[in-house]
Every structure is written in structure tokens, then in C-alpha cells.
């Protein structure tokens, strides 16, 4: 059975710096504050930098370090609103999903 899936950014091969794929992921994460339901997915072959692409390194922060970030910036800039956050992170291999959070 045949699946269509939308993309709204795709990184290729090069990849790029951080920050530059931020840039794609920061809409969603503002999306999200405002109420609407947002996934980054990082997919690749083993190796291909998918956990860098998501975790970064201490002195490079990638996706996620990055999205907390704007998500406490915009909490502490905004006290009178009460928050409820919630993170999911999960592996998906071999059709199993694994919990990272766990």
C-alpha cells in the first residue's frame, strides 16, 4: 500500500551547521507554543549524524538542546502564562520504539 508523506525541509548529504538547521525546526517549535502539534525526525543511515543532528556537542548544540532553549527563553519572557510541557523523544529501529527518556 502506497503512503504520501510532505516534507517541509529536507537536509542532504552536506548536512550543514547547526544553527542552519535549526533554522528549520525553530517555526515548529513556535508552532508549538502557540498550540500546535510539531515532530522533527531525524532519519539516516548508521553514521550518518543523526544523534549529532539532534544532540550536537557541548560547544555545537544541536536540534533539541536548541528547541528547550527557545521553549524556557519564551516561558521565563511570559509569567503570567501558566505552562504544561511535555517532551516525547523515541527510537524507532527494527520496528521497535524505544523510549530515550526512560
Known amino acids: 500500500e502506497a503512503h504520501r508523506f510532505s516534507f517541509d525541509a529536507v537536509a542532504g548529504e552536506e548536512g550543514g551547521a547547526q544553527a542552519d538547521l535549526f533554522a528549520h525546526a525553530r517555526p515548529l517549535v513556535l508552532s508549538a507554543l502557540s498550540g500546535?502539534?510539531?515532530?522533527?525526525?531525524?532519519?539516516?543511515?548508521?553514521?550518518?549524524?543523526?544523534?549529532?543532528?539532534?544532540?550536537?556537542?557541548?560547544?555545537?548544540?544541536?536540534?533539541?538542546?536548541?528547541?528547550?532553549?527557545?521553549?524556557?527563553?519564551?516561558?521565563?519572557?511570559?509569567?503570567?502564562?501558566?505552562?504544561?510541557?511535555?517532551?516525547?523523544?523515541?527510537?524507532?529501529?527494527n520496528d521497535l520504539f524505544r523510549d530515550l527518556l526512560a
Open 36 to 93: 500546535g502539534h510539531a515532530c522533527v525526525l531525524a532519519y539516516g543511515q548508521t553514521g550518518s549524524g543523526k544523534t549529532h543532528t539532534m544532540v550536537g556537542s557541548e560547544g555545537c548544540p544541536g536540534v533539541v538542546p536548541r528547541a528547550s532553549d527557545l521553549v524556557w527563553d519564551r516561558i521565563d519572557a511570559t509569567p503570567q502564562t501558566e505552562w504544561h510541557v511535555s517532551l516525547t523523544a523515541v527510537e524507532l529501529h
